[in-house]
């Protein structure tokens, strides 16, 4: 518990070349989400609000105002920072309860997604502790605004790889520089950036598609 009185920042836990070098772990809910609206953010630095994200926002500034409190046995501590040199991350926790063992809290508004973003993103967050603590976390939780309930989540096997695989990936279209084309769904009408996006007009729909883009790729023509 030492660890996390005396670090308040990312960059307290890395050294200053793996800060530079660590990416959003905020990042993984994009990616899980869709690959084109993470480098849409994270690349392009493309940004646009709606009612969805409006309320988002003001649930996580209220959930993770820095700052901790007691009650009984239950030691909660809020806006902590999160590193993992492993999985070259960075990030803050809305939510971390210590009973005595870490067990991060995610805030979300909504209900319940059908797809892993928001798994992924909470799992993160125990890798991070894992690493920080050095002691197991084997269960965090999503908070949920519209049911206003928790839905516990266990870090599986599963899960676990799934969420390495997707840093690993992001770094690798962190460097890259990709921007991957879009693949237009129903999940479309929720994102904020559709207007940016513009998914049915940047598919890549059909193989003679793919294989120019490799094509240009290979020769590093101009897209």
């Known amino acids: 518990m030492d660890l996390l009185q005396k670090k308040s920042t990312a960059s307290d836990l890395l050294t200053e070349q793996e800060s530079e070098n660590a990416l959003p772990l905020s990042g993984l809910q994009h990616l899980a989400f869709c690959p084109r609206q993470w480098a849409l953010i994270h690349l ?54 210590f009973r005595p063992g870490p067990f991060p809290v995610e805030y979300k508004r909504g209900r319940h997604k059908p797809d892993d973003c928001d798994l992924v993103q909470l799992c993160a967050q125990a890798l991070c502790l894992e690493e920080m603590l050095g002691q197991p976390v084997p269960r965090g939780a999503i908070f949920y605004g519209e049911p206003r309930r928790r839905l516990e989540v266990e870090f599986s096997p599963q899960l676990r790889a799934r969420t390495e695989t997707l840093a690993a990936e992001m770094h690798r279209l962190y460097q890259s520089r990709e921007t991957p084309p879009a693949k237009p769904g129903n999940y479309c009408q929720n994102c904020s950036l559709l207007n940016i996006c513009l998914p049915h007009a940047t598919a890549e729909s059909t193989i003679q598609t793919r294989w120019n883009r490799r094509q240009r790729q290979a020769l590093q023509l101009p897209a």
């Not at 920072?81 to 999985?87: E, F, G, N, V």
């Open 44 to 97: 392009e630095q493309a940004w646009a609000e709606n009612r969805l994200t409006s309320e988002g926002r003001l649930l996580h500034e209220k959930a993770d105002l820095p700052g901790q409190s007691r009650r009984h046995d239950l030691r909660t501590v809020r806006g902590l920072p999160l590193a993992s040199r492993h999985l070259a991350l960075t990030g803050r926790a809305d939510v971390v309860e």
